[in-house]
């Protein structure tokens, strides 16, 4: 059932001595927030190249309207956050990665604050939020509900001012080239193969490469994310033979706008923060019943509950209740949202918002250490592309970008220390590389691509459980029979392999892990299972999938 699977390293034929070659300290594959941090760092010892296949503001960071999470009033301690982090992680944290990051995050914004990042503020004080998970209210936004789009911005205008980084747009990271080049944990990453509409195939040679292209919720048919995130990054460790960690946990944001119709956007979990309240078809609130937290517990538990008193009432959404908190106040704190909902004809000073759960954010990745090292050398990874342990098997709101900025500053520091000290070859021996021709028939890619979003969603969403699990990994492996086997030489053939190959890891993982964990909930096996308070990982050989 693996062999689709195993039987390429490389999604396309190509011979390096044919083709241009670009030369780099670091390359960092990847826009969002960890990608860029790892670049602005880097770029003081070297030169750096940002490789995204749209456009610079292309990337799950800029969607976000959650907010940074850190410790920046006198009432709230460390202890405190990272007890409820781990808390939210049930069991499959790693402290020490947790700690070194939340002690990093108040000097993070301060000093971002100081560079001119406009912070929603207070007075004199930072303006702090609180949301689902929280004991304390630390949560620190930007222009209300725009805090991705306001980060972005700021960074990309660092970067811009920066003559050593360079940003090469609409260019698709193909594959990681490793020597030797069939990968794995003795080899070491070289650069990246890609392709740009104009340049075409192209090889870039880099000291060190970062990945942070980590974005997945296009795997499932019901996402928040931008049509973008299609599991690169998963995909591209995978083939070059790189330790891949809990990619079964896959973190559902309750709360995204329901249209029939129409795609999903995000109604930020500081609404809930605010006050506002989860109702069923018939206007009953039904969070308190489910925590003692109401709608302010940990995404996991706000999410199942919703899918249930869905499945109960027998409908396709439940509501968000803002109208206690005014119209006027919730257009002044949320502006996007309130756009949204009225281009809707919503007006939620009024109306109740409908709203349905939706695949968010990526907790596995490439296993990495602190600084994040993957397991081929020279390689590191940050932001959704890494699986670093701080989030274990649910992520708490707002961690997520702190763990983005600290961590992707690291890898970035670590990658122009080794570059600038002379490591790391930047160039590579001769690359001959021939794909076998298939004959078999070709599928339509969009049929592919839309059926495997819905599979995914219906039988690796929210609930699990063996039978949907085995019929998935059947069905995928089928396609990837008259996928895999095929080159494409565009964007959409290799978003779709890498959607494939993403989504198989993902269910394989998913059904071997026989529990119930934060986002990982099997309905034949409801229990948390205390031998399972532990990773799984997979790497790539010649030969078979291994799976620990």
């Known amino acids: 059932m693996d062999g689709p699977y195993l039987q390429r390293r490389f999604l396309v034929s190509f011979a390096s001595r044919k083709l241009p070659h670009i030369f780099t300290d670091v390359l960092v594959v990847g826009s969002g927030a960890a990608g860029m941090r790892a670049a602005i760092e880097a770029s003081g010892a070297g030169s750096v190249i940002v490789l995204t296949k749209g456009e610079l503001r292309d990337s799950n960071t800029y969607n976000a309207q959650g907010g940074l999470a850190a410790v920046l009033d006198a009432s709230d301690t460390i202890e405190s956050h990272l007890a409820d982090t ?8 790693d402290e020490a990665v947790i700690r070194r990051v939340i002690e990093a995050a108040p000097h993070c914004i301060r000093e971002m604050y100081e560079q001119g990042l406009e912070f929603d503020s207070s007075g004199q004080d930072l303006a702090l939020g609180r949301e689902g998970g929280h004991s304390a209210s630390r949560i620190v936004h930007a222009a209300g509900d725009a805090s991705g789009r306001v980060l972005v911005d700021f960074l990309a205008g660092r970067i811009a001012a920066c003559e050593e980084i360079k940003v090469f747009e609409d260019c698709f ?3 990681l080239v490793t020597d030797p080049p069939e990968g794995g944990s003795e080899s070491r990453c070289i650069g990246a193969l ?31 994310n931008p049509p973008g995130a299609t599991a ?7 083939r070059a033979g790189v330790t891949i960690s809990d990619v079964e946990m896959m973190q559902f944001h309750p709360t995204t ?3 029939a119709g129409s795609s999903r956007s995000l109604i930020s979990e500081a609404v809930r923060g605010e006050g506002a309240y989860l109702v069923d ?17 940990p995404r996991d538990t706000v999410s199942r509950a919703i899918l249930t008193r869905m499945r109960e009432t027998g409908s396709t959404h439940v509501f968000l209740d803002v109208r206690h908190i005014g119209g006027k106040a919730f257009s002044d704190r949320f502006p996007q949202i309130n756009q949204q909902c009225k281009s809707f004809g919503i007006d939620p000073g009024c109306d109740l918002i409908p709203v349905h759960p939706a695949a968010h954010y990526m907790i596995g990745g490439a296993s990495v250490d602190m600084d994040g090292r993957t397991s081929v050398e020279g390689l590191l990874a940050c932001g959704e592309a890494a699986c670093t342990g701080m989030h ?33 070859r930047s160039d590579a021996p001769d690359i001959d590389w021939m794909n076998e021709k298939s004959e078999r028939t070709e599928l339509d890619l969009s049929d592919i691509r839309s059926s495997l979003r819905s599979v995914m969603w219906r039988n690796v969403g929210l609930f699990r459980r063996r039978g949907r699990l085995e019929e998935t990994l059947e069905i995928i492996a089928f396609w990837g029979r008259y996928v895999l086997d095929k080159e494409f030489y565009d964007p959409a053939g290799w978003e779709a392999q890498n959607m494939l190959t993403a989504s198989y890891v993902i269910s394989r993982f998913a059904l071997r892990r026989t529990e119930t964990r934060g986002v990982h909930c099997r309905e034949d096996y409801p229990e948390t299972d205390p031998s399972w308070a532990r990773h799984q990982t997979a790497r790539r050989t010649d030969e078979e999938l291994v799976i620990e």
Do not use: K
Not at 86 to 93: D, F, P, Q, S, Y
Not at 198 to 223: D, F, K, N, P, V
Not at 232 to 238: E, H, N, R
């Open 86 to 93: 781990i808390e939210a992680g049930r069991g499959m944290c």
């Open 173 to 175: 990271a193909i594959d």
């Open 194 to 224: 890609t392709y740009n509409p104009r340049y075409g195939l192209q090889m870039i040679h880099a000291r060190r490469t970062i990945l942070a292209a980590g974005g997945s919720g296009m795997l499932w048919r019901e996402t928040s």
């Open 232 to 238: 690169d990054a998963i995909a591209l460790a995978f």
């Open 257 to 259: 706008l329901y249209i």
């Open 281 to 297: 078809r018939n206007g009953e609130r039904f969070m308190p019943d489910c925590h003692e937290l109401a709608e302010l517990a």
């Open 392 to 424: 274990g098997a649910n992520r708490l709101a707002s961690n997520s970008l702190t763990e983005a900025l600290v961590l992707g500053r690291q890898c970035g520091r670590l990658a122009g220390e080794i570059a600038s000290s002379g490591q790391g």
